[in-house]
Nanobody
Framework: QVQLVESGGGLVQAGGSLRLSCAAS????????MRWYRQVPGNERVLVAD???????SYADSVKGRFTISRDNAQNTMYLQMNTLKPEDTAVYYC?????????????WGQGTQVTVSS
């Protein structure tokens, strides 16, 4: 089995920065695409950024130029550097990944980490 665990959320003032991490644990797996989503209560989960195994990235328009997604394949870890944070970035941030395990490609979610940006 594979688990994704996020860390790094918290409370920050507008204009500040946070760095989220997502670590995958388990055995005999290979991670394909990794993603960050965020969700505000009452709203759908929204894709923020994604990165493939070669490092190709894409971003939602709302975070372009402020957020940077990266990954360390050797450590099975993904990061989201969030700069110039705005109150509207407040949400629960979820790690998501497509993972090969026992010849099957499955989608996994982390438990989420709260990010709160005060004005």
């Amino acid at each position: 089995q594979v688990q994704l665990v996020e860390s790094g959320g918290g409370l920050v003032q507008a204009g500040g920065s946070l760095r989220l991490s997502c670590a995958a644990s388990g055995s005999a797996f290979s991670i394909n695409i990794m993603r960050w989503y965020r969700q505000v209560p009452g709203n759908e989960r929204v894709l923020v950024a994604d990165i493939d195994r070669s490092g190709i990235t894409s971003y939602a328009d709302s975070v372009k130029g402020r957020f940077t997604i990266s990954r360390d394949n050797a450590q099975n870890t993904m990061y989201l550097q969030m700069n110039t944070l705005k109150p509207e970035d407040t949400a629960v941030y979820y790690c998501n990944a497509d993972i090969w395990l026992q010849s099957s490609l499955k989608n996994y979610w982390g438990q989420g980490t709260q990010v709160t940006v005060s004005s």
